[in-house]
């Protein structure tokens, strides 16, 4: 069936650019998504990608997208303590209900 | 958290008894979701609705059933909370294709006895 992959951990120095890499199985995905929940919070969308796009920039968010090799990451360039959470990515396939297939998430820690 | 309400936002309880938790929307979307997130397994699928009184299976739906009677409203309870049930309950809304993003209420905190 359908799976969405995600490494656990990632730590970074407040500075550096981090690089979450997500992985998924179905190949008739249409939308790619990034959220990221705070401790204690609901998820929050960050960002998403149409599957006919290889790269989407939003500030300090870049998405890139390699549909051949069903790889996703999310780059967050200057990456500050703020950006300490965890950060699921999903994906849909344009059925009916809009079911998400979400990954395991990956927590970010950020070290001064 | 895009008109997404949840009630109750925590709650104990024991094992056996009834448990009912809401997830209220101002949005109108069509699409409302429960999840349950744990430690290890991300968010996984409990049921879900397309449509007043029209509601499908998610992956892990065993013990629980849901009810939509209004677009805004949809209940999911607990028949006879077990402890495997303890978890954070999350509802989503979406307005369905094409983007299918989905937004999320506050989540809810329950812990069975």
């Known amino acids: 069936g359908e799976d969405v992959e995600q490494s656990l951990f990632l730590s970074v120095r407040e500075g550096d650019s981090s690089v979450i890499n997500c992985t998924y199985t179905?190949?008739?995905?249409?939308?790619l998504y990034w959220y990221k929940q705070e401790p204690g919070a609901g998820l929050q969308l960050l960002t998403y990608?149409?599957?006919?796009?290889d790269m989407k920039q939003d500030q300090r968010l870049t998405v890139l997208l390699n549909k051949k090799d069903k790889h996703l990451s999310l780059r967050i360039a200057d990456t500050q303590t703020g950006d300490s959470a965890i950060y699921f990515c999903?994906?849909?396939?344009?059925?009916?209900?809009?079911?998400?297939?979400f990954g395991q998430g990956t927590e970010l820690s950020v070290k001064p | 958290d895009a008109g997404i309400t949840q009630s109750p936002r925590h709650k104990v309880t024991e094992t056996g008894t009834p448990v009912t938790l809401r997830c209220h929307q101002t949005?109108?979307?069509?699409?409302m979701y429960w999840y349950r997130q744990d430690p290890g397994h991300g968010l996984r699928l409990i049921h879900y609705?397309?449509?007043?009184?029209?509601?499908d299976k998610g992956e892990v739906s065993d013990g629980y059933s849901v009810s939509r009677s209004k677009t805004e409203d949809f209940l999911l309870t607990l028949e006879s909370a077990t402890s495997s049930q303890t978890s954070v309950y999350f509802c989503?809304?979406?307005?369905?294709?094409?983007?299918?993003?989905?937004?999320f209420g506050p989540g809810t905190r329950l812990l069975v006895l």
């Open positions: 990608i149409f599957s006919n796009m």
């Open positions: 609705s397309y449509g007043v009184k029209d509601t």
């Open positions: 999903a994906e849909s396939n344009g059925n009916q209900g809009g079911k998400l297939i």
């Open positions: 989503a809304i979406s307005l369905g294709q094409p983007q299918e993003t989905q937004y």
């Open positions: 949005e109108n979307h069509r699409y």
């Open positions: 179905d190949s008739s995905s249409t939308y």
